[in-house]
């Protein structure tokens, strides 16, 4: 019972299900277009490897969420026909929706406020429903969201993110996923948080993506952006109507407590105004000055995926072209004071003896001695306060080799500082 199916090779699967080509896949999951014997019908079959499930100790979670997922049939969330399982995969037979991601409909340029609101209407009334079963999504974003040939909006993986695209879970909801763009700041912050509460932060980016044409928090430094996101810091273009903007500045509070809840969201007076009978769910309004924005940004706007902290605390682009071992530059967070980073720095440049200190209260550079093979080495440390208790530390290389300054971190740097790093319950790797 295999899973070919890229080769145009179908496989049958529990003797009931043809796995037909491969539609797309994540980190941890692949999704097959699959019919049913019996009954004729297309399915999206979502395969992923029970090791690495059963490795994070998440099978509990999983089996009580596919329990509930099973029951939930909205007219707005992607159902959960079964769960199959072999000795290596779980199988979960979706209802296949054949429209594609809603965010594709934006690329051509924001929607007008009307069918935005149309689809924010269904996001919510999804998100309500499964809230109200004790069901979080957790991971809400463009991919998640997609759109039926009838031109309803459908929340997929609702439920199953969790452990289909981010394994490094404890269950607790303690411990960083999602997409940085979308997360809401009690998140990054590493303290706990609770679910339904970061899903409507999610919700907030989500709508104002639609209005806007692009992302209410960018930098092409994560760092930076993970600072607007926990300042909420952001500017809502002069077309959003007042009501959209007020709504929009309540769901994206970066104080938890104060957010917007579901019930107020549904008694807004921007979510309460009626939408149009004639209304196409295909209209979108053109913006030049959008598509422009869009195209310098292609980068950050088109990788709505820009990473996925499910590997660690590894805030390094996807981008990246380098070779892991050629890296000029590694970041690791941690929960001690930056004085304490800047003084095991000090002592790491002490302990070599080639290199001489100069410092501020959020910067260190070590100045090397001796002449390399390009010049002096230098290194220079910036540490990023997220949060008063959570700090990024970002180290690059200044001046001289790469093949020096990666010999240093690895030989004299990264064992100094192990002991400081923070590391979710469930990874022990946070120096990336």
């Not at 209802?95 to 340029?109: M, N, P, Q, T």
């Not at 002592?347 to 209260?361: D, L, P, Q, T």
């Amino acid at each position: 019972m295999g899973e070919k199916g890229g080769d145009g090779n179908s496989t049958l699967l529990h003797g009931k299900y043809e796995l037909g080509r491969l539609l797309g896949h994540g980190t941890f999951a692949k999704v097959y277009h699959a019919r049913n014997l019996q009954s004729g019908k297309s399915v999206a079959m979502k395969v992923v490897g029970k090791e690495k499930v059963i490795k994070v100790g998440m099978m509990d979670q999983i089996k009580r969420e596919i329990s509930v997922m099973k029951m939930v049939k909205h007219p707005n969330i992607v159902y959960l026909h079964e769960v199959m399982a072999s000795k290596s995969k779980i199988y979960f037979a979706m209802e296949l929706v054949r429209g594609g991601e809603l965010f594709s409909k934006i690329a051509k340029g924001r929607l007008k406020e009307d069918l935005a609101r149309v689809y924010f209407q269904q996001l919510i009334s999804a998100v309500d429903f499964c809230h109200s079963r004790g069901v979080y999504h957790r991971d809400l974003k463009p991919e998640n969201l997609l759109v039926d040939e009838e031109g309803n909006l459908k929340v997929t993986d609702f439920g199953l993110s969790a452990f289909t695209e981010h394994l490094k879970q404890d269950g607790l909801l303690h411990t960083t996923c999602g997409t940085p763009a979308y997360v809401a700041p009690e998140v990054i912050g590493k303290k706990g948080y609770d679910g339904a509460k970061a899903d409507l932060w999610s919700c907030g980016v989500i709508l104002y993506v639609l209005l806007a044409g692009f992302l209410p928090f960018q930098d092409d430094n994560l760092v930076a952006m993970y600072r607007k996101i926990y300042r909420g810091d952001f500017k809502c273009p002069p077309w959003f109507s007042s009501e959209a903007r007020r709504l929009i500045t309540k769901l994206l509070d970066p104080n938890p407590n104060t957010r917007i809840n579901i019930s107020k969201i549904m008694d807004s007076s921007w979510f309460k105004k009626s939408v149009p009978k004639n209304m196409k769910p295909n209209e979108v309004e053109l913006d030049d000055a959008v598509l422009e924005k869009s195209s310098k940004k292609s980068e950050t706007l088109n990788a709505f995926h820009i990473i996925s902290l499910s590997e660690g605390f590894d805030l390094s682009p996807l981008f990246e072209e380098k070779k892991r071992e050629e890296k000029e530059e590694l970041r690791f967070a941690t929960t001690r004071p930056a004085s304490s980073v800047i003084s095991r720095l000090e002592e790491v440049a002490a302990k070599s003896g080639n290199f001489s200190v100069k410092k501020s209260e959020s910067r260190v550079r070590l100045q090397g001695h001796e002449s390399g093979r390009k010049g002096k080495l230098a290194i220079a440390a910036e540490i990023f306060a997220l949060t008063p208790s959570f700090l990024v530390v970002e180290v690059k290389k200044d001046n001289g080799d790469t093949l020096e300054y990666n010999q240093f971190c690895n030989k004299e740097l990264r064992p100094a500082l192990k002991d400081i790093l923070w590391t979710s319950p469930a990874d022990n790797s946070a120096l990336a």
